[in-house]
């Protein structure tokens, strides 16, 4: 009785590796789709990456910085020919 009931226990271990083994998998797989369903979905709503959005920031930083120095010189040559 005790050999049958070790066996016994030996499957239901088995079964229940077996089962984690599966399950694990399971989440792998379902990991993978609600990625790709969120990946499909950013695409969708045309959202840019943080990295993109950084660099015309600064672009347009630049260009900002660019644009008072250009006014600041404007105003200075218009002062010296005497213009308004």
């Given at each position: 009785?005790?050999?049958?009931?070790?066996?016994?226990?030996?499957?239901?271990?088995?079964?229940?590796?077996?089962?984690?083994?599966?399950?694990?998998?399971?989440?792998?797989?379902?990991?993978?789709?609600?990625?790709?369903?969120?990946?499909?979905?950013?695409?969708d709503l045309d959202i840019v990456k943080r990295e993109e959005f950084e660099a015309v920031k600064e672009m347009a930083r630049l260009a900002r910085e660019d644009n008072e120095a250009l006014k600041a010189r404007i105003a200075a040559l218009e002062a010296r020919l005497g213009g308004g």
């Open positions: 009785m005790t050999q049958t009931s070790n066996r016994f226990f030996d499957e239901i271990g088995k079964l229940m590796n077996d089962a984690a083994g599966a399950a694990q998998g399971f989440k792998r797989e379902v990991d993978a789709v609600v990625r790709n369903q969120a990946e499909k979905i950013m695409r």
